[in-house]
């Protein structure tokens, strides 16, 4: 996509000015942290890789910096804000900024949202510690449009979301979030970008959206195997699976799907958890 203007990006004295106009004052609460530098947003929009016919999604536009790189670029989008000073602000901020730039504002809390005006094709979204992943995956089982993914979260979160198998960051959320495709970390963000600076590193991370292994049913299944499966993550798979699949026969359901039941979760990748989803709707 080719940008449809020279207008400038928001600077630190903007950032700060902007915040200001509506009374800002950066909370933890809502983990606002103010990306203010030029070339931080253009290395994001670029490795967003946008084509002409996307839709981007992005949730917690906050004062617009993203936002005015995304319009920048040439992109159409939709901007859910759940803070409702800023949502008010950021269309005289895009007219400002971006003269004919086009964004649907929504004020709204990004997991209440179940319907967009356009669907989305690709998230992109610097997005807080707490509620990066509900969101993610919220986003991606109500808007089966998104073919990519690419956020900015806490290093953290980024390396859960990317992980594999038996790797130590590997959990509940990289499962979860691998049944819509496959997440790879996208490069490293400097805490000098935003306002405030963050006590934590960042980095972005991405996902190519693959044809989802089942249906709806399916992954529901999945995600009860997977959240019991990592609750105890020391326990092997026949433990932390009693509960939920009963003691009498849980081992014979995984053998059933060609698993060991003295493996533990963290062994089993998402092949061997839909595999094993399959045998426990069978079961049924």
């Known amino acids: ?25 950066p ?49 159409q989008m939709t901007a859910i804000e759940i803070d409702p000073r800023l949502a008010a602000l950021l269309p005289q901020t895009i007219e400002d900024f971006q003269p004919g730039g086009v964004c649907d ?7 209440e949202v179940t319907a967009l005006p356009t669907p989305p094709t690709v998230l992109v979204a610097n997005l807080p510690y707490n509620t990066a992943v509900p969101i993610v995956l919220h986003l991606l089982r109500t808007f089966p449009t998104l073919r990519r993914v690419l956020v900015m979260v806490q290093s953290e979160v980024a390396e859960r979301l990317a992980a594999k198998p038996g790797s130590k960051a590997y959990g509940s959320p990289s499962v979860k979030a691998s049944w819509f495709g496959e997440w790879s970390v996208a490069g490293a963000i400097s805490r000098q970008v935003f306002w405030p600076v963050p006590n934590v590193d960042s980095l972005l991370v991405q996902m190519e959206a693959h044809p989802p292994p089942g249906d709806e049913a399916l992954r529901r299944v999945l995600d009860e195997l997977v959240t019991h499966a990592f609750r105890t993550r020391r326990k092997m798979a026949r433990g932390a699976l009693a509960e939920y699949l009963g003691s009498a026969r849980v081992s014979e359901l995984i053998e059933r799907a060609g ?7 963290e ?15 069978a079961a049924r």
Do not use: C, Y
């Open 1 to 25: 996509m080719n940008p449809t203007s020279s207008a400038r990006l928001l600077g630190a004295s903007d950032i700060r000015a902007l915040a200001s106009r509506v009374d800002i004052t």
């Open 27 to 75: 909370t933890k609460k809502l983990g606002q942290n103010f990306v203010h530098d030029a070339n931080t947003v253009r290395k994001i929009v670029q490795a967003a890789q946008l084509r002409d016919d996307d839709h981007v999604l992005e949730v917690g536009p906050g004062l617009g910096s993203l936002t005015l790189g995304l319009l920048d670029a040439g992109a």
């Open 105 to 111: 504002v929504i004020e709204a809390d990004a997991m």
């Open 259 to 265: 698993l060991n039941p003295t493996d533990r979760g």
């Open 267 to 281: 062994a089993w990748g998402l092949a061997e958890f839909v595999a094993l989803g399959r045998v426990v709707q």
